[in-house]
């Protein structure tokens, strides 16, 4: 089995910033890119950043500048730096990873239950 737990959400004041941290735990043999993914109230799932095994980064437009991605690779983790954050951030915020297990000749993805930040003065 494998999981995905996220941490760091909460609530934070406009122009305010957090860090979001998911954990992939489990049978894991390799895990190739890893993400985060949010979806606001009534709007659906969007990407928001996604790392490579590699480390090439790529960003949704709205968050380029303002959030940076990294992981790290012995800890099985995935971190989302989040700064300058407004109203529109407020959001479900989901970890996903692709990932073999030991027991599997291929990559499934995987995704974490998510971790609510809420933007708000």
């Known amino acids: 089995q494998v999981q995905l737990v996220e941490s760091g959400g909460g609530v934070v004041q406009p122009g305010g910033s957090r860090r979001l941290s998911c954990a992939a735990s489990?049978?894991?043999?390799?895990?190739?890119?890893m993400g985060w993914y949010r979806r606001a109230p009534g709007k659906q799932r969007e990407l928001v950043a996604t790392?490579?095994?590699?480390?090439?980064?790529d960003y949704a437009e709205s968050v380029k500048g303002r959030f940076t991605i990294s992981r790290d690779n012995a800890k099985n983790t995935v971190y989302l730096q989040m700064n300058s954050l407004n109203p529109e951030d407020t959001a479900a915020y989901y970890c996903?990873?692709?990932?073999?297990?030991?027991?599997?000749?291929?990559?499934?993805?995987?995704w974490g239950q998510g971790t609510q930040v809420t933007v708000s003065s």
């Open positions: 996903n990873a692709y990932i073999m297990r030991y027991d599997s000749t291929y990559v499934n993805d995987y």
């Open positions: 489990g049978n894991i043999c390799r895990i190739n890119a």
């Open positions: 790392i490579e095994g590699g480390g090439s980064t």
